[in-house]
């Protein structure tokens, strides 16, 4: 997708909200500060898309495990840098935390 829309010039459009785009943004600012996966005993998490801290325990289980998918997770946002934009499902009535965020 990133490819083909860098090979057009075109803009990526993804089908997600703005919150998820944010996390897996913050998934890659994380890594490159602290290096290391979530543990279960990380009780509360601050993650700018949302308002209220997030337990750890309602995370997707491979960003628990380096070796499952936390890598996968963190391909998406290294690929943002090579588009010529991104179009997002969203507007700023349904997510206005979210977009003041990005």
């Not at 998820?20 to 993650?47: G, K």
């Not at 070796?67 to 840098?81: C, E, I, M, N, S």
């Not at 009535?93 to 990005?102: F, G, H, K, Q, T």
Request: charged share 20%; aromatic share 10%.
């Amino acid at each position: 997708m990133v490819d083909g829309a860098k090979e057009l010039t075109l803009p990526i459009f993804l089908t997600s909200d703005v919150g998820f785009e944010v996390f897996v943004l913050y998934l890659l600012i994380r890594e490159d500060r602290i290096s290391t996966v979530f543990e279960f005993s990380d009780h509360e998490l601050l993650i700018p898309s949302t308002i209220n801290l997030v337990p750890a325990c309602v995370l997707l289980s491979p960003l628990f495990n380096r070796d499952v998918g936390h890598a996968t997770f963190l391909k998406l946002p290294q690929r943002f840098k090579d588009v010529n934009g991104i179009i997002i499902n969203t507007f700023p009535e349904l997510e206005p935390y979210a977009v003041l965020v990005i």
